[in-house]
């Protein structure tokens, strides 16, 4: 008989400048477990003080609740590079805060996390919120940045699982 798996808790970020989401899974084989979600309201009058919110926000929920890994979603560039640069540097703050403390960042285009949650790259919020909460049997959907960050993580938790059943394989193994 296999011994049951370990519970493995991911912390999965969607990065914003005035608002980053956060959402934090349990997974234990197949089984996905909402933890804690929400969002982090990015305060300061400049850069450098939304940036350090953004450090000190993310910071204090890896250390509150002790993530193995992470992710976040990748920066896309479509017509503003303004926005995609302080999308950017949010990104950058909260990477920071989880290297500090030494935990794992895994990163995923928008287009990924999609097509893991909804079944498709080209879903909107609402297809996410629902899919995130059908996934996470949440009584109601999560706001969008929460549902977005939730996405990001169970994203990740499917990667993860497949990269774990590929190695006992033999695959992706160097000679």
Request: proline fraction near 5%.
């Amino acid at each position: 008989m296999k011994p049951s798996p370990a519970v493995v808790r991911i912390l999965g970020i969607d990065p914003g400048s005035r608002i980053t989401g956060y959402g934090i899974i349990d997974i234990q084989g197949n089984r996905h477990a909402h933890v804690a979600s929400g969002v982090l309201k990015v305060t300061g009058d400049d850069v450098a003080s939304r940036l350090g919110c953004v450090f000190e926000g993310i910071r204090a929920l890896a250390a509150e609740w002790s993530p193995a890994e992470a992710a976040i979603e990748r920066v896309f560039v479509s017509r503003n590079a303004d926005s995609a640069l302080k999308l950017g540097q949010a990104r950058g703050a909260a990477i920071c805060g989880l290297a500090d403390l030494g935990c794992p960042v895994a990163e995923y285009a928008a287009r990924e996390i999609k097509q893991a949650v909804v079944g498709h790259g080209n879903a909107d919020k609402r297809q996410v919120q629902h899919m995130v909460q059908v996934i996470l049997n949440l009584a109601r959907p999560p706001v969008a940045d929460a549902a977005d960050a939730l996405a990001v993580a169970i994203c990740h938790a499917h990667v993860r699982q497949t990269r774990m059943r590929l190695v006992p394989a033999g695959v992706g193994r160097r000679p």
